[in-house]
């Protein structure tokens, strides 16, 4: 898939995105001309590539053992370790529009994570410590909605793709 559509589908990376064009626009530079803007894409781009490059160990770090429980759960319903390549082409359709799914979950908790992270820092940058020490608040909610929710979504994702896979024809 390209790295274009992986971003229009992925509301983790609108939101880096508003983000950081807050945090541009709000900063004490004179970043105010739209072209400024485009700057605010940056980060987006940046996690959805690496998203993208580093996916197998990005799920494996965030639903290791979930895949492999899924797995197994597959090979036992198939008889077959190459479960994907045999199955019949609506399957395989069905399984990448999964992995879709599961990829802009990922891409949702990462950019929960770097927002949730970086929060209090942009807001010491902008308005000083005092107003930090509050947005540690505005951060646990943001790493609660973006990172950990989206965390066990994807989890359940990888989980239910292991109904794909139906045996219609016994032998």
Same mark, same amino acid.
């Given at each position: 898939m390209q790295l274009s559509k992986h971003i229009q589908q992925s509301w983790g990376a609108l939101f880096l995105f508003i983000y950081a064009s807050g945090v541009l626009y709000l900063s004490p530079y004179k970043l105010k001309d739209p072209m400024h803007f485009m700057a605010a894409g940056v980060p987006s781009l940046v996690?959805?590539?690496? %998203?993208?490059?580093?996916?197998?160990?990005?799920m494996e770090f965030f639903a290791g053992d979930v895949i492999e429980e899924t797995?197994? %759960?597959i090979d036992e319903r198939t008889g077959n370790e190459e479960f994907y390549? +045999?199955? +019949?082409?609506?399957?395989? +359709?069905?399984?990448d529009r999964m992995d879709g799914k599961a990829h802009r979950h990922l891409v949702t908790v990462l950019s929960g994570l770097l927002i949730g992270f970086s929060l209090p820092f942009a807001i010491d940058y902008l308005y000083g410590f005092n107003y930090a020490v509050l947005s540690l608040a505005a951060s646990l909610v943001v790493i609660y909605l973006f990172g950990y929710r989206e965390y066990r979504n994807l989890r359940q994702v990888v989980k239910s793709s292991a109904k794909l896979y139906n045996i219609t024809d016994e032998d």
């Open positions: 996690l959805v590539f690496l %998203s993208v490059a580093f996916n197998d160990g990005l797995f197994e %759960s390549w +045999d199955a +019949d082409q609506e399957t395989q +359709d069905r399984i």
